[in-house]
């Protein structure tokens, strides 16, 4: 099992930055691939961006691609995504996830998920 704790969320205005954090805990995460989803209220739940853990090998989805990133500390068993440029459309919980595929992206591939965290982007 891998627990998952996701913060740094919060009200920011369009422009600004936000680095989210999520800590992973129960096993080391080599092997495992490490995703960041975000879901606005009436829509499915999104792919922004995901990092195979042993390779370091990233992957964005299309509109986050530029103004996020994603990237891990392996001694810290700690997963982040640094967003940048926050627009009103980015305002989504966002969930840390982890897959024990590698290379994966989409939601249904991921076996373990953080509690969310919110943000909020004011135009």
């Known amino acids: 099992q891998v627990q998952l704790v996701e913060s740094g969320g919060g009200l920011v205005q369009a422009g600004d930055s936000l680095r989210l954090s999520c800590v992973a805990s129960?096993?080391?995460?080599?092997?495992?691939?490490m995703g960041w989803f975000r879901q606005a209220p009436g829509k499915e739940r999104e792919s922004v961006a995901a990092i195979t853990w042993s390779s370091g090998r990233t992957y964005y989805a299309d509109s986050m691609r530029g103004r996020f990133t994603i990237s891990r500390d392996n001694a810290k068993n700690t997963v982040y995504l640094q967003m940048d440029s926050l627009k009103p459309e980015d305002t989504a919980v966002y969930y840390c996830?982890?897959?024990?595929?590698?290379?994966?992206?989409?939601?249904?591939?991921?076996?373990?998920w953080g509690q969310g965290t919110q943000v909020t982007v004011s135009s």
């Open positions: 129960g096993r080391t995460l080599s092997g495992y691939s």
């Open positions: 996830a982890a897959s024990r595929l590698i290379g994966v992206t989409t939601p249904h591939h991921f076996n373990f």
